[in-house]
Every structure is written in structure tokens, then in C-alpha cells.
């Protein structure tokens, strides 16, 4: 438990969902963009260490299985210790790939003319070689994808969202307890104005996670009264 409380900040950190490390003192997040929110290779490591860890222990006298002090003494070596190391293996290197991308594609479209206002490169599921890239201007949001086994490696898709936050419905849902709620949260939000007879609603989506105005995770609806 105590592994688990030490570790969450810092798995929340190296994916996309960010820490506020010095709150409330900095309302600043801090992204390391390298592991999927639940990577299941490190699950699948994680597991395999643990279980192999405990297969090889020993039984003693009474049935109960523990290792013996010289295995104690030489932790380093047990599969548990190694699925750890592998752990933070893959995840620098992750992290390495991350960022070398980021500023690859930076470098790209600052060359072009183009210089955005963020990157987010951000790991997929399944797939360690593959990135999902959102890129930040001054009204709008493309997209790309990196994948380090095809030349070029990076390339941008043929889509892009608008901001649309200047918008009078976005201004106003902006100020809602809801609205503000998940905008202290969100990294690259943009706004869709559903009409409706009674009154408008507002659905701020953070493009890093969903472009879908209706998802579960990653977008909100709020519903503008007296308009």
C-alpha cells in the first residue's frame, strides 16, 4: 500500500493525466508524456516478476513457502527485482523517445513556417512505437502520428479541430462550476455549441484524450439556462 500511494504521483506524471507537484501552491501541471495511462506491458512485467518471485520460492519445514536468507541477501537477482529494472528501463526510454520526437517535430514545423504553440507526443496502447501528436495553434488543433519503423517518421493527419473559445456559449461555459472544473484540468480543450430548443449546450473536449463531444472520459456538457 505504501509502494502504491509513493509510486501513483510519479505513474501520473510519466503518462499524459499530468501532477501538480507543488500544489496549492502552483496551480502548474507537469507532463512526462511517456507511458500509456495503463500500459499493459508494465503490467505483464509487473505480474510475470511477481509471479516468478514467488514460484521459486522455497518451502519450508512447516509448508510455508519463504526464500532463504542468502535469496534475501541477494534480492537484486530475483525476478521481482528484475521486472523492476525492466520496468525502469522501458520507461526511460519511453521517456527518451518522447522526447526526441517532441523536438523533432518541432524543429519540422518551425522549419516550415509553422511554429506551434505546444506538442503533445503522446504513447498509444499496445503499440511503444507508435505516437499519437497533438499540436497547439493560436485556434485550432492538429494531429499527427509518429512511428519510429516508417520513413518519415513523423506525419500529420488530415484533420484538425477548432478552438471555437471566443465563441459567446464557450465564454459562458467557461464561468460554470462544471466548465471551469474541468478546464483546470484539461490540456488542449476546445469547444462544440450543441443548439437546442430550450437552451444551447456547451461540450468542452480535451483533444489529447477524445475529439467526440459526448465521450465518458475526456469532455463535459454544460447546459447554458435562460439563453
Given amino acids: 500500500a505504501t509502494v502504491s500511494i509513493l509510486t501513483h504521483p510519479l505513474l501520473d506524471f510519466m503518462n499524459t493525466y499530468g501532477m501538480r507537484w507543488w500544489m496549492p501552491f502552483v496551480n502548474r501541471w507537469y507532463y512526462a508524456d511517456a507511458l500509456f ?12 516478476g511477481l509471479l516468478l518471485t514467488r514460484w521459486t520460492g522455497r518451502e519450508t519445514g512447516n509448508g510455508k513457502r519463504e ?3 542468502a535469496s534475501h541477501r541477494r534480492w537484486a537477482m530475483t525476478p521481482a527485482a528484475v521486472s523492476l529494472l525492466a520496468i525502469a528501463v522501458y520507461a ?7 522526447q526526441i520526437a517532441r523536438r523533432a517535430i518541432m524543429g519540422e514545423l518551425t ?5 506551434p504553440l505546444r506538442v503533445m507526443v503522446s504513447p498509444v496502447p499496445l503499440n511503444p512505437l507508435r505516437r499519437l501528436v497533438v499540436i497547439e495553434d493560436a485556434d485550432r488543433y492538429r494531429f499527427g502520428t509518429v512511428y519510429w519503423l516508417r520513413r518519415p517518421v513523423f506525419a500529420i493527419e488530415p484533420y484538425e479541430v477548432a478552438k471555437n473559445a471566443t465563441a459567446p456559449e464557450a465564454l459562458v461555459a467557461r464561468q460554470s462550476a462544471e466548465g471551469g472544473a474541468f478546464l483546470s484540468w484539461a490540456r488542449f480543450p476546445f469547444f462544440v455549441v450543441e443548439a437546442s430548443r430550450s437552451s444551447p449546450v456547451v461540450h468542452i473536449v480535451d483533444a489529447r484524450y477524445t475529439l467526440d463531444p459526448d465521450a465518458g472520459f475526456g469532455a463535459v456538457a454544460v447546459r447554458l439556462q435562460g439563453r
Fill in 67 to 69: 526464500t532463504s536468507a
Fill in 92 to 98: 526511460a526510454i519511453m521517456l527518451g523517445a518522447s
Fill in 37 to 48: 495511462i495503463v500500459d499493459p506491458w508494465i503490467w505483464v512485467v509487473l505480474v510475470a
Fill in 111 to 115: 522549419a516550415q513556417g509553422h511554429a
